[in-house]
């Protein structure tokens, strides 16, 4: 690639980046209910929340969050409370 290339490369990422913020600069991602039937469709909208709502406060930033994640969730209520 050219130096030229590469600014223009630079530039294109940065827009396609800059597109995806929030205002304040920062991002999120959502995970719903409908994520977590997609590992146990037996279980209600109820218990699909409080299974979120588990995930969001047992939160590990180091982790972060994924389908193993929210399957451990998932397993845990299942194993303490159904």
Do not use: P
């Not at 223009?8 to 995970?31: L, R």
């Amino acid at each position: 690639m050219t130096d030229k290339e590469i600014q223009e490369y630079k530039a294109q990422q940065y827009a396609k980046f800059e597109a995806y913020g929030n205002d304040d600069g920062s991002v999120e991602f959502v995970w719903s209910v409908e994520d977590v039937w997609e590992i146990d469709s037996t279980l209600n909208h109820q218990e699909a929340r409080v299974i979120l709502g588990m995930a969001k406060d047992g939160h590990d930033a180091s982790i972060g969050m994924n389908w193993e994640v929210l399957d451990h969730w998932v397993d845990y209520f299942k194993s303490e409370y159904k």
